[in-house]
Structures are given as structure tokens and as C-alpha cells.
């Protein structure tokens, strides 16, 4: 399995990315650290010309059925608009997709999807998650009086073996409605996806005169240091100083003795 990887070193001169192979060892920094990942046209701003620009949009519908799907707003702002009917029998369904892949999906994340909603009448409006076109998360609302809200729904990979992995994913909005004389409105705006690693993230500060300090959550029990003069080395040394809890941190302490030294994380 290869993983993306930061390894601390001791002078704090170097902070490298590569790829390591490694089993059941789990580095510090790994991709996803909470930050946005962009969703292009995330609120809907972007002049619209035949087409709602980066999303994909059509309507389904059966038999009494009727759906539509605009871009609505005014001076203050934009939104994408979903309507949904059904006179008799039937259903209806309006749904958007992100155009193109916002993200490769990675080991050891969680990835979340908040959008703001507004959603009136007897209908259902879906927010997703989807891994290779897949629907991966998903929260649904029924509609209510109309007032925007932020919704949310996320999932979290594996560190091995999760077929999710390696996939491109996207976002679907969806509203829709299979109830006889029932249909909806909708909007959905401020489109947001994060991603967070679920793996521990390795601190270091230098302390004089040849010391470092070396910290990580205390939310991760079971980690312990391990250390090597040669980033490539295949076998790194256990570190034997004992961590000490400090607040919500584990914390050691290690002498340098003016040589070079990288350190990581390795998991039971």
C-alpha cells in the first residue's frame, strides 16, 4: 500500500512528501487535514448560458410527472433552483452533478459534504456523496417550511482494502417526489466538501541545546515513535522514551546529540 507521507526531521530544515511502502504503519501528515477541497461554481454564481457552469443538470420524469432545474437569484446572491410535480401518478426528480472529479478519494479520510437548503412541499431533496459514480453518503430532507439550513453527510475510507479508495469523487443534488398531487421546491447553495485524515498527525519543535520535542493527539492510543538516521532505512528504531501526557497530547522528549534524525508513528 502506498502512502502519502510527512516525515519530521530533527533540525526542522526538512519536511518532505513521498510515496513509502508501508503495512501497518501509520505516518504523520497523511493526505487530508481538514482543509476545503474546492467545489468549482460551489454557489452558483457563474454566469449561466445553456448550461449551469461544472454541473451537470437534468430531470427525470414518468407518466403526470413534471420537474425543472434554473439558476435563481438576484443582486444578493444565486442559488440552484429545483421544481418538482406530480399531478396524478408518476414521479419526478430534478438532479445536478459536479461536472468533474473534485478529489481522488484516499486512505484513512473522512470526507463531508455540508450545502445550504432551502425546501418547501411534500417531496424529498437528496445531498450525495458519490465514489466512482457510486453513492457513497447521502442525507435526505423532507420538506418543511422553506428556511435555508446547513445539511450534511460524510463517509470515511479504510487504511487498506476499501474498494472506495482511488475513485474520483463527486457531488449529486437531488429533488424529487412520487406522491400523488405532491411536488416541491428547492434550493441549494454554498456547496462545501472536506476532507479529514483519520490518522495521527506528529508535531516537533527544537529545544535547546540538543533536545526536540515530539507531540500527537491523545486521541490515538497505541502509537508508539519509531526513528532512523536514513529516511530510506527499511528497518527504523523503536524510540524508548516514554510519552508523558501534557493536556490532550502525548509528548517525548529525545536527545539529538547533533545528528541528523527522522521520526514517525507506527501503529500496534
Known sequence: MLWRSTYLHHNMKIKRELASVCGCLFLAGSIGRGDPIPVPNYSFELPVTNNVPEWATTTVTTLSGSASLWVSGDTNGQALAMNVFMSSQGSARA?????????TIAPSTTYTLTVA????????ADIYLL???NGVANYYHIGDNGVVNDYSCSFTTSATGDSRVGQPLTILLDLGTNLPGGGGAATFDNVR??????????????????RV????????????????????????????NQPTVQGNQFMVSIGTEGNSRYFRLQSP
Open 213 to 240: 520535542e515530539l507531540r500527537w493527539s491523545t486521541n490515538f492510543t497505541g502509537y508508539h515513535l519509531i526513528g532512523s538516521s536514513n529516511l530510506f532505512a527499511s528497518q527504523w528504531e523503536t524510540i524508548t
Open 131 to 133: 465514489a466512482g459514480g
Open 95 to 103: 438532479i445536478a452533478t459536479s461536472s468533474n472529479s473534485l478529489v
Open 193 to 210: 466538501l472536506d476532507g479529514t485524515s483519520t490518522l495521527p498527525r506528529l508535531a516537533i519543535r527544537a529545544l535547546p541545546p540538543a
Open 117 to 124: 437548503l432551502g425546501h418547501r412541499g411534500p417531496s424529498v
